[in-house]
């Protein structure tokens, strides 16, 4: 035992300041790693969005061709519909919604 307090005594401190260094890196690196998956995830909803405007427009262009046709429509319906999925799942705790939820939540969000 007396061994064991001696060993503490000399190298408590040191074993101690080690354990704290390890603690205060790992909430950094969970700090960093949270801090990149945010902007990872603005990124996403950036470039959807932009996506969404292009999309829009062609849409516009088709509906006022003659001769455009209804799965021309669709398709680019789809990818809108797809592109508010990707933006609304950008945000956490909002995985797995079903079509009419995406709209609400894309709503809400106030895109």
Do not use: P
């Not at 060993?7 to 408590?12: A, E, M, P, V, Y």
């Not at 902007?39 to 062609?58: C, G, S, Y």
């Not at 021309?72 to 799942?89: A, F, G, Y």
């Not at 797995?96 to 995406?102: F, I, N, R, W």
């Amino acid at each position: 035992m007396n061994k064991v307090i001696a060993f503490l005594k000399t190298w408590g401190a040191a074993i101690a300041g080690v354990l704290l260094a390890l603690l205060g890196a790992g909430w950094m690196w969970q700090r960093k790693q949270a801090e990149i998956a945010k902007l990872k995830d603005q990124a996403a909803v950036d470039k959807a969005l932009k996506d969404m405007e292009a999309l829009r427009a062609v849409r516009e262009r088709v509906v006022r061709e003659e001769g455009a046709t209804a799965t021309q429509i669709e398709t680019i319906d789809r990818s809108l519909s797809d592109n508010k999925r990707r933006i609304v799942e950008a945000h956490e705790g909002m995985e797995g919604l079903k079509d009419a939820e995406v709209d609400d939540a894309f709503s809400r969000l106030g895109y």
